[in-house]
């Protein structure tokens, strides 16, 4: 699956446009910060999509990359906030 993210990319296959590139590119960067779940269902997604060759859902698995790590961002902001203010 990465190899062919990783061709379709590259413009290894001259038929891909340039949506599927940016796909490609987006899914190069998203997979291997998913956890192993998320993984598996990327992997799934991918299978099912293989056929249509529509792999809009790259951008389902980003954006919820993307939300958990501006929680997780929050969370250290405001445990930070908390623990400056219990210094000073």
Known sequence: MLTFFKRQASGYYA???DQAKENAKL?????PDLAG??????????KQSKNTKN?????DFSDVLKSRK????EVFEKYMSRTLAHMG
């Open 15 to 17: 038929h891909a446009t």
């Open 27 to 31: 899914a190069l960067a998203t997979y």
């Open 37 to 46: 779940e998320e993984q598996a269902d990327f992997l799934t997604n991918w």
């Open 55 to 59: 792999f809009s859902f790259v951008k």
């Open 70 to 73: 501006e929680v997780k961002e």
